[in-house]
């Protein structure tokens, strides 16, 4: 009677090795999964960053751009109204000196 068991025991025993090998090989295939997933995450994290640095640089020409001309524009918006104001106190003086005269 020992003896069987002791078979049974076995028996037992060797379906919780088995199980418990089906279980390792099922959290390596989880973990060689994840790890997969994990290494596609970090290289669409890095791709991302290197897009946006590519978009940063695009944004901060055009930003640059945007100054430059805008810096053209009221340069040239100042010029006229200078030459505005020279023409109005050139025309005021001119009256002043020709009423003066008169």
């Not at 003896?3 to 049974?8: G, I, M, P, R």
């Not at 076995?10 to 999964?33: G, P």
């Not at 020409?61 to 104001?85: F, G, I, L, N, P």
Request: hydrophobic share 30%; charged share 40%.
């Amino acid at each position: 009677e020992n003896e069987n068991e002791n078979d049974e025991t076995s028996d037992d025993d060797e379906n919780v090795l088995q199980s418990r090998d089906v279980r390792r090989n099922q959290m390596e295939i989880d973990l060689s999964k994840l790890t997969a997933r994990l290494e596609q995450d970090f290289a669409f994290i890095d791709s991302a960053r290197e897009t946006l640095n590519v978009i940063e640089r695009k944004v901060s020409e055009m930003e640059e751009d945007v100054w430059e001309k805008e810096k053209a524009t009221v340069k040239t918006r100042v010029d006229q109204r200078v030459e505005q104001v020279k023409d109005q106190f050139g025309r005021m003086f001119s009256s002043m000196f020709s009423s003066s005269k008169e």
